[in-house]
C-alpha cells in the first residue's frame, strides 16, 4: 500500500476536485440558546452537564456556532435519526445555532463528545450531521454514515452537487447496465448487450466546495416490456466533525456508498453510489483507526433469475466487489477506493450468453475526506483513511 502526502489548510485538493479554506477559527458568533439533550431514535446517551452551557464557534469549512451543554456526551450503540426535530431529539432546535455557508443540519453539541469502544452509531435522515465538541471528540468505536442497499441511508445522501450530464442506458431484448455515481471523481460505465442495449455513460466530475452527501448511481435499464431494471445504490452520507482542542478517531469513521440493485428479467443492473463526505476539523487531528468514504459495487445484469447486488466497502482499502453471482448476466464494476489520483469503479460488464442477459452496471466513485488542521497527524496511509484527505 502507497503513502500519499496529505495536503492541509491553504492547498486544494486537485485529484479529488475539492477546495478548501485557509485556516482555523474558533472565535464566537452569537448562535441562539442551548436545545433539548433527550435521546434520539433509540441512540443511548451518558451526558453530564452544569451551570451555564459554553458558547461554541468553530469551523473555516464550515463554520458552526451553537451553546453546548458543559460535561461529557456519550453517544451509545443506536440510530440517529437527522431527520427528527422532535423534543426528544439529540439535535438542537432550529434558530439554536448557526451555520455558515448555511446549511440543512443536524447539530450535536457538547463540551466533550465521544462514541466509546465497541459502541456502533447508524445515522440516517435527510440532514447532514455535524458534531460540535467545545474540547475533545473521540470516535473510538463506530460512526456509520454510510448509505448500505439492504438498510438505511445515509445523512443528507444523494445531496451532492451531482453532475447531469450523464447518459442512462437503453432497452433491446435485455436493459443495459447503468452508469455509476460521480462526485469529485467519476464512477465508471455500465455493460451493454449483445442484442444492442446499451450501457450508461457516468456524468462528468464536479468540484466539490460545499458540504453534502454522495451521489446515487443510475437505474439499469429495463427489458423490451419495460420492466426489469436494478436500482442505483445511494450515495454516502455527509458528517462534519468538530472540535475545539482534539479530534481523534481510534475507532470507525464510514461513509460510503451503497451498492447497486442487480437486474431482474433480462434487465440491467442499477449503479453503485459514490462516498459521501467526512470532514475533520480541529487544531490537532489524530486518525488511527479506520476514516472512508469508498464507492459502492455495480448491480450484476438479470437473467430468468434476479442478477446479484453491488458489495459496500468495509475499510478503507477495501474496493466493493461488483454483483457477480453464477448467472448469465453482465458483472457489475467495482466501487471506488482511495489509492493514488482516487482511481474510479470498473466498468460494468458486458451481458453474456447471447440475447439472454442484461448489461452489469458501473462502480461508484469515492466521496471526499477534508481534514482541516495545523497539525493533521500521519493521515496518508490508505489502510487507514480513503480517499486521501486534504
Known amino acids: 500500500m502507497s503513502h500519499m502526502r496529505v495536503w492541509v489548510l491553504a492547498l486544494t485538493l486537485v485529484g479529488c476536485g475539492f477546495s478548501s479554506p485557509a485556516a482555523m477559527?474558533?472565535?464566537?458568533?452569537?448562535?441562539?440558546?442551548?436545545?433539548?439533550?433527550?435521546?434520539?431514535?433509540?441512540?443511548?446517551?451518558?451526558?453530564?452537564?452544569?451551570?451555564s452551557p459554553i458558547h461554541v464557534c468553530l469551523g473555516t469549512f464550515v463554520k458552526v456556532c451553537a451553546d453546548a451543554p458543559r460535561g461529557s456526551l456519550n453517544l451509545m450503540t443506536g440510530t440517529i435519526d437527522t431527520s427528527d426535530t422532535s423534543a426528544s431529539s439529540k439535535c438542537l432546535p432550529r434558530g439554536?445555532?448557526?451555520?455558515?455557508?448555511?446549511?440543512?443540519?443536524?447539530?450535536?453539541?457538547?463540551?466533550?463528545?465521544?462514541?466509546?469502544a465497541n459502541n456502533t452509531v447508524s445515522v440516517t435522515g435527510t440532514r447532514r450531521l455535524i458534531l460540535?465538541?467545545?474540547?475533545?471528540?473521540?470516535?473510538?468505536?463506530?460512526?456509520?454514515?454510510?448509505?448500505?442497499?439492504k438498510g438505511m441511508t445515509g445523512p443528507a445522501a444523494d445531496t451532492g452537487p451531482c453532475p447531469t450530464n450523464f447518459t442512462n442506458p437503453t432497452t433491446a431484448t435485455?436493459?443495459?447496465?447503468?452508469?455509476?455515481?460521480?462526485?469529485?471523481?467519476?464512477?465508471?460505465?455500465?455493460?451493454s448487450t449483445p442484442d444492442?442495449?446499451?450501457?450508461?455513460?457516468?456524468?462528468?466530475?464536479?468540484?466539490?466546495?460545499?458540504?453534502?452527501g454522495g451521489c446515487p448511481g443510475g437505474n439499469g435499464a429495463g427489458n423490451s416490456a419495460n420492466t426489469g431494471g436494478g436500482s442505483g445504490g445511494h450515495g454516502g452520507g455527509a458528517a462534519l466533525l468538530l472540535a475545539g482542542q482534539i479530534a481523534a478517531v481510534s475507532g470507525t469513521v464510514n461513509a460510503s456508498g451503497a451498492g447497486g440493485n442487480g437486474g431482474k428479467a433480462r434487465g440491467g443492473g442499477g449503479g453503485g453510489g459514490t462516498g459521501g463526505m467526512i470532514v475533520?476539523?480541529?487544531?490537532?487531528v489524530r486518525i488511527t483507526g479506520k476514516c472512508f468514504a469508498n464507492g459502492g459495487g455495480g448491480g450484476q445484469g438479470g437473467n430468468a433469475g434476479d442478477g446479484d447486488g453491488g458489495d459496500e466497502s468495509n475499510a478503507p482499502d477495501n474496493a466493493a466487489d461488483g454483483g457477480?453471482?453464477?448467472?448469465?448476466?453482465?458483472?457489475?464494476?467495482?466501487?471506488?477506493?482511495?489509492?493514488?489520483?482516487?482511481?474510479?469503479?470498473?466498468?460494468?460488464?458486458?451481458?453474456?450468453?447471447?440475447d439472454t442477459g442484461g448489461g452489469g452496471a458501473g462502480g461508484g466513485a469515492v466521496g471526499v475526506i477534508k481534514i482541516v488542521s495545523p497539525d493533521p497527524g500521519t493521515t496518508s496511509d490508505l489502510q487507514k483513511v480513503s480517499p486521501p484527505p486534504g
Not at 467545545?134 to 468505536?141: H, K, P, S, V, Y
Not at 447503468?178 to 464512477?187: H, R, V, Y
Open 25 to 51: 477559527n474558533s472565535t464566537g458568533d452569537d448562535a441562539g440558546d442551548q436545545g433539548s439533550d433527550g435521546s434520539d431514535g433509540g441512540a443511548g446517551s451518558d451526558a453530564g452537564s452544569s451551570s
Open 96 to 116: 439554536a445555532y448557526t451555520i455558515d455557508p448555511d446549511a440543512d443540519a443536524c447539530v450535536i453539541a457538547s463540551q466533550t463528545i465521544a462514541v466509546p
Open 132 to 149: 460540535l465538541a467545545d474540547e475533545t471528540l473521540t470516535i473510538a468505536g463506530t460512526l456509520d454514515v454510510a448509505s448500505h442497499r
Open 174 to 191: 435485455q436493459g443495459g447496465g447503468s452508469w455509476g455515481g460521480t462526485l469529485a471523481q467519476p464512477g465508471n460505465s455500465g455493460g
Open 196 to 212: 444492442g442495449g446499451i450501457g450508461g455513460i457516468q456524468g462528468s466530475a464536479v468540484l466539490v466546495t460545499a458540504f453534502g
Open 280 to 284: 475533520v476539523e480541529a487544531p490537532m
Open 324 to 354: 457477480k453471482a453464477f448467472t448469465p448476466g453482465g458483472t457489475g464494476g467495482a466501487g471506488g477506493v482511495g489509492t493514488t489520483g482516487c482511481l474510479p469503479g470498473s466498468d460494468g460488464g458486458r451481458g453474456l450468453f447471447g
